[in-house]
Nanobody, 120 residues
Framework: QVRLVESGGGSVQAGGSLTLSCVASENFYSMAWFRRAPGKDREAVAVIRDSGMDTYAGFVEQRFTIWKDKAKNTVYLQMNRLKPQDTATYYC?????????????????WGQGIQVTVSS
């Protein structure tokens, strides 16, 4: 059974940093972070493929970095210079096919989500 377990969320003041982690039960070709803010649709934040190639949503503005530890089947999202509008539930996603930010095909597997709250 596939499992994606997120950790590292919490509350931080604007300008602060958080690092999210997602441990997968197996290796996936594509892993990603999505988020859903209250009253908004879910949106992709960042995607990384097994090759190391990563893509980011425009709103990231070089504040976030996604990377993957293949040996640990873990993907991370380092978030710096956080803004109140980054407040959302963040979800880890995974797929064995190639995906990127904006790809039409949905991710197959999803974590339960973890809350990130940024106060002004």
């Amino acid at each position: 059974q596939v499992r994606l377990v997120e950790s590292g969320g919490g509350s931080v003041q604007a300008g602060g940093s958080l690092t999210l982690s997602c441990v997968a039960s197996e290796n996936f070709y594509s892993m990603a972070w999505f988020r859903r803010a209250p009253g908004k649709d879910r949106e992709a934040v960042a995607v990384i493929r097994d090759s190391g190639m990563d893509t980011y949503a425009g709103f990231v503005e070089q504040r976030f970095t996604i990377w993957k530890d293949k040996a640990k089947n873990t993907v991370y999202l380092q978030m710096n210079r956080l803004k109140p509008q980054d407040t959302a539930t963040y979800y880890c996603a995974a797929d064995q096919q190639s995906r990127w930010v904006g790809s039409r095909e949905p991710f197959t597997y999803w974590g339960q989500g973890i809350q990130v709250t940024v106060s002004s």
